[in-house]
């Protein structure tokens, strides 16, 4: 195990069935590292996720946050811990406001109580441009504010490490720029981030190593517009359409943008659509 690794997975396999979710994954990342993982649908990105949140315990191999063994603990405790997460499809509570659905995840995943988790929920509701919604029920709540929700939500419980599930997807241009400011500002808090998405301007724009995953194994890791470039990670997106769209590199050079189209993999029960 690398000593200064945040979250390490040693040979984590999963599956469901004949379906591979993972097969031996292992890789680290350090503390307030910017990471980013596509694939095209039904690689195991968001049961990925599961397995280092904790939704999905691993049939094998060992999951470590801060050099400590967490393989066997379930999603509560591991929030407690410093890991957060959003999820692919935004549901607050619809009948409670903005405030409210902050205030639970200040409590209930960050463990803080009374003055201490007031505080974390309008802090989170500062930091994702929410203040203004807070008095509003959730239910009222546009796309681009639900996801905001959703980042706040995983910004209350005071995350060490914080998972994106596609938090950019169906957003306008400049909506999903909106957004890669404010997970800018979060990571450069100290939060790890690490960011599944189908939206690869938004990774492009903010992270600086990129992971490739499809079948359940990684095919690319390391700078974006390397990983976009290689020959193994262009294959995997066959029969997928890449849109024409380049945005530049600080490193020089050009990475192409868009994403898979079509299901492109079988999708795991209980995976969502991944």
């Not at 095209?40 to 397995?51: D, H, I, R």
């Not at 407690?80 to 499809?89: F, N, S």
């Not at 910004?155 to 909106?178: I, N, Y």
């Not at 990684?218 to 976009?228: E, M, R």
Request: proline residues 5%; charged residues 20%; glycine residues 14%.
């Amino acid at each position: 195990m690398s000593a200064d690794a945040l979250l390490q997975l040693d040979q984590v396999a999963k599956r469901f069935g004949r379906v591979i979710i993972a097969e031996d994954l292992s890789f680290a990342i350090a503390p307030g590292e910017a990471v980013g993982i596509v694939g095209p649908n039904g690689a195991g990105k968001t049961s990925l996720f599961g397995l280092i949140s904790g939704d999905l315990s691993p049939d094998a191999g060992k999951v470590t946050f801060d050099g400590r063994t967490v393989t066997r603990l379930n999603s509560a405790a591991r929030c407690r811990l410093g890991i957060g997460r959003t999820y692919q499809v935004p549901r607050p509570f619809g009948d409670m406001t903005v405030f409210e659905n902050v205030l639970v995840a200040a409590q209930q995943g960050g463990g803080l109580r009374r003055r201490a988790s007031y505080d974390a929920a309008a802090q989170a509701l500062e930091r994702t441009g929410m203040t203004g919604q807070a008095n509003v029920t959730a239910a009222r709540l546009g796309l681009l504010q639900r996801k905001r929700l959703e980042l706040a939500r995983a910004v209350a419980s005071g995350p060490r490490l914080l998972l994106l599930d596609e938090v950019a997807g169906g957003l306008t241009d400049p909506e999903v720029a909106q957004l890669v400011e404010i997970v800018r500002g979060i990571h450069a808090d100290g939060v790890a981030v690490i960011w599944i998405e189908h939206v690869v301007r938004a990774l492009t724009a903010f992270v600086t190593r990129l992971i490739c995953l499809a079948g359940g194994t990684f095919v690319g890791d390391g700078a974006p517009a390397a990983v976009l470039s290689d020959p193994a990670v262009r294959e995997v997106f066959l029969g997928t359409e890449v849109t024409a769209s380049l945005v530049p590199r600080g490193s020089g050079g050009t990475v192409p943008l868009g994403g898979p189209r079509g299901s492109g993999g079988t999708v795991p029960p209980g995976g969502g659509d991944e």
